[in-house]
């Protein structure tokens, strides 16, 4: 492990690949979502067209950045699908890429989402659910341009030597890994008339493989050449805690794969005016019918939890820290602990003294969201949907704010979502989601395929599932529309109505 790696080992990951979240926004808030709408607000298993959704692999890969692109004339998308593709090269360090020189604060969230196997079951009003995933979260919230682009160039990018940085503004970066195991429960808990209440909760076991994170609180300093360090005043912690050993490098895992456990809940309501008054009838799980509205609101907290790291925790911390490190880039620093020495070494009495191993806590990029849901017709709903970040400490990955409009043509076979975002409620994008019966794929950022601006990341999500759906009851292997006369007359009705 280099020096430069080692030293700026967060910087480089959470502000030189600088990303961003995605929701999933088209098929996410879809009638047809089923357990995949627990992310959004756990009642939408209950409000769902199906009463039974089985998740058998998914993957979610969110890659954005406002610092580093590839110029719009000088790659394809092909290229990523291709081992032996070749990127233009430029300037002295060959390098494939540029980056956004400019004095803003850099903000970053990216997750690379595993999503495994999932069920929910839903009869009358009420309806269960179990999901599991494995998620890799990196968060980067106001982090100072000089910052980044030594993380990028190096230390010796000489334009940025001899001047005083002063930044007072706090700052922070965290990266986490972790598996979820979850359970949902939804269910109706008042009707009256036309108008239905609903209410879900998921909590999560959360097992956590790595997480780090380094705060900052302020930072007066300056480089004057390549491999010296003048801090004038810096107050800041970092803490990791990774299946490693610090002192040489090896990997620990997949025996103590294992670095701490957590938990989370996902919180939510939800209100909708119905286009028929309700009934109190008890169905058979595939004969019950769905109950269209005119429009739904629902409220939910997400991604409410933490990790608690005990294994392996390592933290060091600087309060009013001065001093010189001199020609720190040619210093054998090859691991953890030489790094972590180093510093306690040149800012504290010694090697030792800034260092603990307490256990840390990571927190969940916690956030508020409200959804609106209007439909148009039998078949075309429109969307709104915001989704805006909770801070609870220093210690929180930071999710972006973001707002989309998402209209929608669903049908039990086929739907086709077109999600338009504002990320960081400033940025637009424009995405496409499809469903064909168990296959949805998707993105939220569209033009990243296609070449119509600088390449600064991509979002891509996939499903298959077997989802049953309500209304058509199985028989002799294939779906069956439900015999009673009671559902016949409510699908006549619907029809007849029409309403807009």
């Keep these: 492990m280099s020096k430069k790696t ?62 580093i692109y590839l110029a719009r004339n000088e790659y394809k998308f092909s290229r990523f699908l291709s081992v032996s593709s070749q990127f233009p090269k430029h300037g002295e360090d060959d390098r494939v890429y540029y980056d956004y020189y400019n004095q803003d604060l850099k903000n970053a969230y990216a997750q690379i989402k595993i999503i495994g196997p999932a069920l929910m079951y839903s009869k009358n009003d009420k309806a269960f659910g179990i999901s599991t995933s494995i998620r890799n979260i990196v968060s980067a919230k106001d982090i100072p341009y000089e910052i980044a682009k030594f993380g990028a160039e190096g230390f010796d990018y000489y334009p940025l ?4 940085f002063t930044d007072n503004h706090p700052f922070r970066a965290g990266a986490l890994s972790f598996g979820e195991v979850a359970a949902t429960y939804a269910q109706v808990i008042r009707k009256q008339n036309r108008e239905h209440w609903t209410a879900g909760i998921t909590l999560k076991g959360l097992f956590g493989f790595g997480g780090a994170y380094w705060n900052v609180d302020n930072a007066d300093y300056m480089l004057p050449n390549g491999d010296t360090m003048i801090v004038y005043n810096a107050n800041g912690k970092a803490g990791i805690s990774i299946p490693m050993d610090y002192s040489n490098n090896d990997v620990l895992f997949p025996g103590q794969l294992l670095s701490g456990m957590g938990v989370g809940a996902d919180i939510g309501i939800t209100y909708q005016l119905k286009v028929k008054g309700h009934t109190n009838k ?153 469903r064909f019966s168990k296959i949805i794929i998707g993105t939220d950022k569209l033009g990243g395929f296609f070449g119509l601006h600088d390449f600064t ?39 007849r109505l029409k309403v807009r």
């Design 6 to 67: 080692l030293f700026f080992s967060l910087i480089i990951i959470l502000v030189g690949r600088i990303s961003s979240a995605q929701e999933m926004y088209g098929f996410v808030n879809s009638n047809y979502a089923g357990i995949t709408g627990i992310q959004m607000n756990p009642t939408s298993i209950v409000n769902s067209k199906l009463y039974f959704d089985s998740n058998l692999i998914g993957a979610h890969l969110s890659v954005d950045n406002n610092f």
């Design 457 to 495: 990341g991509m979002d891509l999500y996939f499903m298959v599932k077997f989802p049953l759906i309500k209304g058509h009851c199985l028989g002799k292997g294939r779906g069956m529309t439900c015999g009673n006369s009671e559902y016949r007359q409510y699908q006549r009705d619907m029809k």
């Design 282 to 434: 008890r169905y058979a799980a595939c004969e019950q019918p769905f109950e269209d509205y005119h429009f739904k609101i629902g409220v939910s907290l997400i991604d409410f939890g933490y990790v608690n790291f005990n294994k392996r925790p390592k933290q060091i911390e600087l309060k009013d820290a001065q001093g010189t490190w001199y020609d720190f880039t040619n210093q054998n620093i090859e691991t953890f602990d030489v790094l972590f020495g180093a510093v306690s070494g040149t800012f504290g009495p010694d090697s030792s003294a800034l260092i603990t191993t307490e256990s840390f806590k990571i927190f969940l990029p916690s956030a508020l969201s409200a959804q609106f849901d209007y439909r148009y017709n039998e078949r075309i709903y429109i969307n709104a949907s915001i989704v805006h970040p909770l801070v609870l400490n220093d210690k929180t990955l930071v999710r972006p704010s973001t707002i989309s409009l998402t209209p929608r043509y669903e049908s039990d076979r086929f739907e086709v979502a077109v999600p338009i975002t504002l990320y960081e409620y400033l940025y637009p994008r424009i995405g496409l989601s499809f």
């Design 161 to 164: 030597h001899r001047i005083r």
